[in-house]
């Protein structure tokens, strides 16, 4: 057991703590590329051993979910999509168990759904034609999950609209896209009156108004697209 929480704690600091120490020294690609190969290793032979507990099953859900970040997608990364994708799909794998458990809570829902869109991300970004349909299903757990939706879980919503409006409007349905863009911008209007001086609610009421408001124009509504 102590073996276990060794390897646990190291491939934890691996992950979030040495990594983010490195991140933005200059030259440290290659060392960000060696721990992050480390880390999955560590991760991969902590599996076996934490099927029965649904705690570390989370924490091990979690450091994959970074891991997926720190390997590809869209924010500054190692430039691996395709051990970004591996790394999500296991998270998934993970996140899919724990919520079909008798462990599971509300807030396993909704990781569930959080983490299906991150490899519905790079799923698309690989051209897979299927992402809308598991960005759709990520969006139904969030919205079915029990009890009142926090802030957190509206800003999750809110990007859920946002992945569909960009699955939509790379399949040419401009009319869809638009209905899905509209119901994003109007969940952060929501979030942002709620707690106007949050940063990250202005950010992402700026961010709305700007992609709302590119995506009337490209329909041909100017003058709707102006004033956003």
Known sequence: ERRFEDVQQLAHELVFDLHDAIATLPGSTKVRELLVRRAAAYLDRLAPDAAADARLQREIASAWEKLGDVQGGYNANLGDDAGALE???????????????AAST???QKALARAEGSLCRMRGKAGDKAALSHYRRGLGLLESAPGPADAATRRAIAIAHFN????????????????EKRREFGIYEEVYAAAPEDRSNQRNLALGCKYLGGLLERTGDPVAARPL
């Open 87 to 101: 790394s999500h799909t296991k998270a998934v794998a993970i996140r899919e168990a724990i919520f079909r458990s």
């Open 106 to 108: 509300p807030e396993d």
């Open 164 to 179: 569909i409006a960009g699955a939509l409007t790379d399949a040419g349905d401009l009319a869809g896209a638009l209905l």
